[in-house]
Nanobody, 125 residues
């Protein structure tokens, strides 16, 4: 059974930092694109950042560009999201996602085959 498990969420003050981790089990994703999405209260889930298979290219939503960094460690089947200069509007449940057999990052959620349960990030003002 394939599972993605996120960790690292929590409560932080505005301007602070958090690091999220997502570890996969059940199969390897070393050649697959992986991404982070988030869903704020009352809003639709949105793309945050993505990284291609083998980590060659990275993509970010405009709202997090320059503040967030996505990375991956294929040996550990993990993907990370380093979040700096956090703002209250970053408050959301953050989800890790992986494509089954494609290395390309897309922003379309239906094209991700595997999802984690999510981890809450709360940024206080």
């Amino acid at each position: 059974q394939v599972q993605l498990v996120e960790s690292g969420g929590g409560l932080v003050q505005a301007g602070g930092s958090l690091s999220l981790s997502c570890t996969a089990s059940g199969r390897t994703f070393s050649s697959s694109a992986m991404a982070w999405f988030r869903q704020a209260p009352g809003k639709e889930r949105e793309f945050v950042a993505g990284i291609t298979g083998r980590g060659i290219s990275r993509y970010y939503a405009d709202s997090v560009k320059g503040r967030f960094t996505i990375s991956r460690d294929n040996a550990k089947t993990s993907v990370y999201l380093q979040m700096n200069s956090l703002k209250p509007e970053d408050t959301a449940v953050y989800y890790c996602a992986a494509r089954g057999d494609s290395w390309a990052v897309v922003m379309s959620q239906p094209q991700y085959d595997y999802w984690g349960q999510g981890t809450q990030v709360t940024v206080s003002s």
